[in-house]
């Protein structure tokens, strides 16, 4: 196209450089005061390493407290257990009515806490007595007398008894507390055996 004469064209070329000129002045301020991507949102913090790893280094201090507290537990139950086994084992060394009704539940694999129990059981039926024998009663009149501890009559001794000593005598007192017992939960329960027998409206003891 042709070039204007007039004085035009220099004109507004030196407008349009004056323009450029300026929108470059403001671009670069802008460059410089506006704020960076992503500014004024929430960021998640960021540890150090050695955070990190200092909390890593509680954490394993945490789990070795737990597993001492653990490891100590389990070593005070050994105890308490090998403590109760040494206390079964002189009781049942000493002889005695303890130590029949001891070796008796260790026979049975009972629990001792039975033991006050069975105590009172026997005590009432034969006064501790191994062998006492019933002449008077409705047994004795059948002519099977209910005998030993815990007086239990021939045949239910022989039924009940348990089989590590079965070959001893009813007035045997282990073999006949062992009788007594069993014949006990199993026609009553382990709460008539822990309570010390039967009772009354009155509270008091009443055979089996």
């Given at each position: 196209m042709p070039t204007p004469t007039d004085g035009t064209a220099t004109t507004a070329a030196a407008e349009a450089g004056s323009f450029h000129t300026t929108l470059a002045a403001n671009t670069a301020t802008l460059a410089t005061t506006a704020p960076a991507a992503g500014a004024g949102a929430l960021l998640p913090v960021a540890y150090s390493v050695e955070e990190t790893d200092e909390f890593a280094a509680a954490d394993q201090h945490l789990a070795l407290l737990d597993k001492a507290a653990e490891l100590a537990e389990q070593q005070a139950q050994q105890e308490r257990e090998q403590t109760e086994r040494d206390r079964v084992a002189a009781l049942i060394d000493s002889g005695g009515l303890d130590g029949w009704i001891?070796?008796?539940?260790?026979?049975?694999?009972?629990?001792?806490?039975?033991?006050?129990?069975?105590?009172?059981?026997?005590?009432?039926?034969?006064?501790?007595?191994?062998?006492?024998?019933?002449?008077?009663d409705s047994n004795a009149r059948r002519g099977t007398p209910s005998q030993?501890?815990?007086?239990?009559?021939?045949?239910?001794?022989?039924?009940?008894?348990?089989?590590d000593v079965a070959d001893r005598p009813i007035t045997d007192p282990v073999a006949n507390i062992t009788a007594g017992i069993r014949y006990m939960i199993e026609h009553y329960g382990l709460e008539t055996l822990e309570a010390g027998g039967r009772s009354n409206g009155s509270g008091d003891y009443v055979g089996y």
């Open positions: 001891a070796e008796a539940l260790q026979i049975l694999d009972l629990s001792q806490s039975f033991a006050p129990g069975v105590k009172k059981i026997i005590l009432a039926e034969s006064g501790g007595n191994p062998r006492a024998i019933n002449t008077w030993g501890l815990m007086q239990t009559i021939p045949s239910t001794f022989k039924h009940y008894v348990h089989p």
